[in-house]
């Protein structure tokens, strides 16, 4: 199986990231990013043990969510629109792309219970991606304290694909600092312990920059 083969080298280069930097590889929650992959592909994923599944679009979280259900954990990885969000809110685990006031408020009207929120960074400052540049972060995280609904438990960054990787081990350095000087600040709606950073490409460097969860998607479940 396909999916076992590559499970066990993305283990053995995580344990290996994890001595580099003298970490503890259960710190760490791999998330299998199956947004372009068929039910029965999670449902191999969950057999070799992967519990955690990130997805970006709402139809196709919503169909997987039908067939798997709460035997997986749910993470919502992509930019969420607000009018989507009454569709995913109380089916999902975690959302990794809180990014502006407007989400933040449509998120705390329509959820039933607390929700896991990592708030995104464009650390690289790149126009294609999305997230709050680092200066607007602290800001953003102070005002959203009014949303009893939301708890920020970490920041979010996607790095550059680029090969230069003392550069995209910048990016991650930068998130782990901004991280640190909110969790320094014991915010009761935004205690901020996690960072989700590390793709298929650069993960290995993520958990040596003390990435807490990386999300995995070519290198698992294959093109």
């Not at 312990?193 to 590390?198: Q, R």
Request: glycine share 6%.
């Amino acid at each position: 199986m396909v999916v076992t083969t590559n499970l066990e080298e993305i283990r053995k280069n995580m344990e290996a990231a994890c001595k580099r930097s003298n970490r503890n590889v259960k710190d760490i929650t791999l998330i299998a990013v199956t947004k372009y992959v068929t039910i029965e592909r999670n449902n191999e994923l969950l057999e070799a043990g992967i519990q955690h599944f990130g997805e970006n679009r709402n139809e196709g979280f919503l169909e997987k969510y039908e067939a798997i259900g709460e035997k997986a954990k749910w993470h919502f990885i992509g930019t969420l629109q607000s009018r989507k969000v009454k569709d995913i809110i109380d089916k999902v685990d975690m959302i990794h792309s809180l990014d502006r006031k407007s989400l933040a408020k449509e998120i705390n009207k329509r959820a039933s219970k607390t929700i896991e929120c990592f708030v995104q960074v464009n650390v690289s400052g790149e126009e294609t991606k999305h997230g709050l540049s680092v200066e607007e972060v602290e800001s953003f995280i102070e005002q959203i304290a009014q949303y009893d609904k939301i708890k920020v438990v970490g920041l979010m960054t996607m790095a550059p694909h680029i090969e230069d990787q003392e550069e995209i081990r910048s990016v991650f350095q930068q998130l782990a600092q901004l991280r640190n000087k909110i969790k320094d600040k014991n915010l009761a709606h935004a205690p901020c312990h996690y960072l989700s950073m590390g793709m298929s490409n650069d993960y290995k460097i993520a958990i040596e920059e003390g990435a807490t969860h990386i999300r995995i998607g070519s290198k698992l479940v294959g093109e």
